[in-house]
């Protein structure tokens, strides 16, 4: 070993191995022989290896190295060409590459969603092993996803797209849905490729969404919740691209009319919990009251890096979109309770109002405002009915509380920009809101009579004046609603969000109410002669159908025929509940044939074979139908 002289270290890398070892100084004896420390603990000074055979050892195994990766590449290239002649190349090439990602360690790796391949298989291109790479590295949907045996042709099945097929997905989404409830930005130039590796379940919830088969749309659906069971239940995951995929799922899925089984409820409760889970509605607690920070160790949840402004946007919509579905499905299914509103989410809300790079950030800030009116009314019946179990009109207080929500209801009306493209939808939300309002002063399902006897007291009659005031409103609040309804095109139904059709049920409901209210100061007929209810069904039922064939739906039982059916249903139900005296003549005022028409011959139907076929003595379903806003 070539030292220097006496009395100086040795240079790096050629101390002696026990210097080496201990990290100490390296001073070579003035005799030569070994070093001062070595000869003062008595101990023999063995050089160490010369830094020459360290470069010849690493140049050693740099061959070494680049031979395996040449015979990985050759294997690769075998591989590929066996897959290729394989009858079923997605599940050949992901039961190899399970095999060979084993044994492969990646202790920095980040967690990615579990997806099917055959998305990433049809739309990611491979072209050398260095590209391979890459996209596992950088695409969560290159990971590879097994649901057991017999499962992988389901999913093959399921998810077999062209890049045609999955920019066409991605077109219809964007084009024809999101506007209607944009808690999503997603700009035109980012294509169905790029969605798929940066927000993979989103993009596989947008294909379940989107398309066109009935069939497809239950087995899509089907397979993105085992996903997101697979990676937020046994995983224990949380990212904001799951939150996105469910909400676009809960949103435009239509899980209810598919799967007949009503997982909304469940499904918005797991989208509450991946909020909190992120900490996108309200910060962790300065005194949390868990053991396990105080625990050495203890390594909490890594928070991602805070990109700019858009980043923080993107989790603000998600948030707020999360509380305008679940505060409608809590409304409607009456199962769970809606997502708490927060200070950090009303921040939230004021910078999505207030963003001008995104076009529909005005008309969403506007939903959730008029969704956020619609809870509170929820709330205030919630304390009633805890203070007053019986109670089914407001009390004083509660009248001045309710007033002040119309005057704010007023001005977000007067706030909406006059030709936006969200227009309607908006002012139905309106009106929407408006029955809420008054539903919550005054329900339609009371037993309490309208006015009390003469002589029974000044103060309860002119409550009563109230309550019939309020009824009126709600009448005519559904009317404006319905008249929105029918100037919509067809081709607008496909892309409309599940609110728009919780909002139809609950007026259609309300109006029954309202059309059967036995009551001696309630006028049965005159509310008929403002809206009738049996041929307002049959135009929904019409206009749903002329929906089915103009918005692309390839299946003779699609959702909108199936939709329109249920009315059809309801209808015979209200028919045969209203009485004779009710009847009268025909209305004055009725939906116009020239809007629903569609030249067909459903409305000459014969009525007792509709209710021979759907079991009309049967009113379990409309149990279920009505049963959320009871």
Same mark, same amino acid.
């Given at each position: 070993?070539?030292?220097?002289?006496?009395?100086?270290?040795? %240079?790096?890398?050629?101390?002696?191995?026990?210097?080496?070892?201990?990290?100490?100084?390296?001073?070579?004896?003035?005799?030569?022989?070994?070093?001062?420390?070595?000869?003062?603990?008595?101990?023999?000074?063995?050089?160490?290896?010369?830094?020459?055979?360290?470069?010849?050892?690493?140049?050693?195994? *740099?061959?070494?190295?680049?031979?395996?990766?040449?015979?990985?590449?050759?294997?690769?290239?075998?591989?590929?060409?066996?897959?290729?002649?394989?009858?079923? %190349?997605?599940?050949?090439?992901?039961?190899? !590459?399970?095999?060979?990602?084993?044994?492969?360690?990646?202790?920095?790796?980040?967690?990615?969603?579990?997806?099917?391949?055959?998305?990433?298989?049809?739309?990611?291109?491979?072209?050398?092993?260095?590209?391979?790479?890459?996209?596992?590295?950088?695409?969560?949907?290159?990971?590879?996803?097994?649901?057991?045996?017999?499962?992988?042709? #389901?999913?093959?099945?399921?998810?077999?797209?062209?890049? &045609?097929?999955?920019?066409?997905?991605?077109?219809?989404?964007?084009?024809?849905?999101?506007?209607?409830?944009?808690?999503?930005? @997603?700009?035109?130039?980012?294509?169905?490729?790029?969605?798929?590796?940066?927000?993979?379940?989103?993009?596989?919830?947008?294909?379940?969404?989107?398309?066109?088969?009935? /069939?497809?749309?239950?087995?899509? $659906?089907?397979?993105?919740?085992?996903?997101?069971?697979? #990676?937020?239940?046994?995983?224990?995951?949380?990212?904001?691209? !799951?939150?996105? &995929?469910?909400?676009?799922?809960?949103?435009? &899925?239509?899980?209810?009319?598919? #799967?007949?089984?009503?997982?909304?409820?469940?499904?918005?409760?797991?989208?509450?919990? @991946?909020?909190?889970?992120?900490?996108?509605?309200?910060?962790?607690?300065?005194?949390?009251?868990?053991?396990?920070?105080?625990?050495?160790?203890?390594? $909490?949840?890594?928070?991602?890096?805070?990109?700019?402004?858009?980043?923080?946007?993107?989790?603000?919509?998600?948030?707020? $979109?999360?509380?305008?579905?679940?505060?409608?499905?809590?409304?409607?299914?009456?199962?769970?309770?809606?997502?708490?509103?927060?200070?950090?989410?009303?921040?939230?809300? /004021?910078?999505?109002?207030?963003?001008?790079?995104?076009?529909?950030?005005?008309?969403?800030?506007?939903?959730?405002?008029?969704?956020?009116?619609?809870?509170?009314?929820?709330?205030?019946?919630? /304390?009633?009915?805890?203070? #007053?179990?019986?109670?089914?009109?407001?009390?004083?207080?509660?009248?001045?509380?309710?007033?002040? !929500?119309?005057?704010?209801?007023?001005?977000?009306?007067?706030?909406?920009?006059?030709? *936006?493209?969200?227009?309607?939808? =908006?002012?139905?939300?309106?009106?929407?809101?408006?029955?809420?309002?008054?539903?919550?002063? /005054?329900?339609?399902?009371?037993?309490?009579?309208?006015?009390?006897?003469?002589?029974?007291?000044?103060?309860?009659?002119?409550?009563?004046?109230?309550?019939?005031?309020? =009824?009126?409103?709600?009448?005519?609040?559904?009317?404006?609603?319905?008249?929105?309804?029918?100037?919509?095109?067809?081709?607008?139904?496909?892309?409309?969000?599940?609110?728009?059709?919780?909002?139809?049920?609950?007026?259609?409901?309300?109006?029954?109410?309202?059309?059967?209210?036995?009551?001696?100061?309630?006028?049965?007929?005159?509310?008929?002669?403002?809206?009738?209810?049996?041929?307002?069904?049959?135009?929904?039922?019409?206009?749903?159908?002329?929906?089915?064939?103009?918005?692309?739906?390839?299946?003779?039982?699609?959702?909108?025929?199936?939709?329109?059916?249920?009315?059809?249903?309801?209808?015979?139900?209200?028919?045969?509940?209203?009485?004779?005296?009710?009847?009268?003549?025909?209305?004055?005022?009725?939906?116009?044939?020239?809007?629903?028409?569609?030249?067909?011959?459903?409305?000459?139907?014969?009525?007792?074979?509709?209710?021979?076929?759907?079991?009309?003595?049967?009113?379990?379903?409309?149990?279920?139908? *009505?049963?959320?806003?009871?």
């Amino acid at each position: 070993m070539d030292r220097k002289g006496p009395g100086h270290s040795a %240079p790096y890398g050629q101390a002696c191995m026990h210097c080496f070892k201990s990290k100490c100084k390296c001073v070579s004896r003035p005799d030569g022989d070994g070093c001062e420390r070595c000869h003062r603990l008595n101990k023999q000074c063995r050089p160490s290896d010369s830094l020459r055979r360290r470069n010849a050892q690493k140049t050693q195994n *740099s061959t070494v190295r680049i031979a395996q990766l040449e015979g990985r590449l050759e294997g690769l290239v075998s591989l590929l060409q066996s897959v290729a002649k394989s009858p079923d %190349p997605s599940d050949s090439l992901r039961k190899v !590459l399970d095999e060979s990602l084993a044994g492969r360690d990646q202790p920095d790796a980040e967690p990615q969603i579990a997806t099917p391949t055959s998305i990433s298989s049809n739309i990611t291109k491979f072209t050398s092993t260095a590209d391979t790479d890459d996209a596992r590295a950088t695409s969560p949907l290159a990971a590879s996803y097994s649901l057991g045996a017999g499962s992988s042709s #389901n999913i093959d099945s399921a998810y077999a797209l062209s890049v &045609g097929e999955a920019e066409a997905y991605l077109n219809v989404f964007r084009s024809q849905m999101l506007k209607h409830l944009a808690f999503i930005h @997603i700009p035109q130039n980012v294509t169905a490729q790029q969605l798929s590796q940066t927000r993979p379940f989103l993009f596989q919830a947008i294909v379940a969404v989107a398309s066109p088969f009935t /069939h497809q749309k239950i087995t899509r $659906g089907e397979e993105l919740k085992r996903v997101l069971a697979q #990676n937020v239940l046994v995983q224990n995951q949380s990212s904001l691209d !799951l939150l996105l &995929g469910l909400l676009t799922y809960i949103a435009w &899925g239509w899980d209810t009319f598919l #799967n007949k089984t009503g997982t909304l409820s469940r499904l918005i409760m797991l989208a509450i919990s @991946i909020v909190g889970n992120l900490r996108l509605n309200r910060p962790l607690p300065q005194d949390v009251h868990m053991i396990g920070p105080l625990t050495p160790g203890f390594v $909490g949840r890594k928070c991602e890096v805070e990109d700019p402004e858009q980043r923080h946007l993107e989790k603000q919509r998600a948030v707020l $979109g999360c509380f305008l579905l679940s505060s409608i499905i809590s409304s409607y299914y009456a199962q769970t309770d809606a997502m708490r509103w927060t200070p950090q989410m009303e921040e939230g809300l /004021h910078a999505i109002a207030a963003n001008k790079d995104c076009l529909t950030d005005e008309a969403f800030s506007l939903q959730v405002r008029l969704q956020l009116l619609a809870q509170r009314t929820v709330y205030l019946r919630e /304390h009633q009915e805890a203070n #007053n179990p019986h109670m089914t009109t407001a009390p004083l207080p509660a009248f001045v509380y309710l007033n002040a !929500l119309q005057r704010q209801l007023h001005g977000l009306k007067d706030s909406i920009s006059s030709g *936006s493209e969200a227009q309607d939808i =908006l002012l139905a939300q309106v009106h929407y809101v408006d029955l809420c309002i008054n539903e919550a002063a /005054h329900t339609a399902n009371s037993d309490m009579p309208l006015l009390t006897i003469p002589g029974a007291g000044g103060s309860d009659s002119a409550s009563g004046f109230e309550r019939l005031e309020c =009824l009126w409103r709600s009448a005519n609040a559904i009317k404006s609603w319905l008249d929105i309804f029918f100037a919509l095109p067809a081709s607008y139904f496909r892309g409309l969000s599940f609110p728009f059709w919780a909002q139809l049920a609950r007026c259609l409901v309300i109006l029954y109410r309202l059309s059967t209210l036995e009551d001696p100061a309630w006028d049965r007929k005159a509310v008929r002669s403002m809206v009738d209810l049996p041929p307002t069904l049959d135009s929904i039922a019409e206009k749903l159908k002329l929906a089915s064939r103009e918005v692309g739906e390839q299946s003779s039982d699609d959702v909108f025929a199936q939709t329109s059916r249920l009315m059809r249903r309801f209808g015979a139900l209200v028919s045969s509940k209203i009485t004779p005296e009710d009847a009268g003549e025909k209305s004055a005022w009725a939906y116009s044939d020239a809007t629903t028409s569609m030249g067909g011959d459903a409305m000459d139907q014969d009525q007792n074979y509709m209710m021979q076929l759907f079991d009309l003595g049967n009113d379990s379903w409309w149990e279920e139908f *009505s049963a959320g806003f009871r």
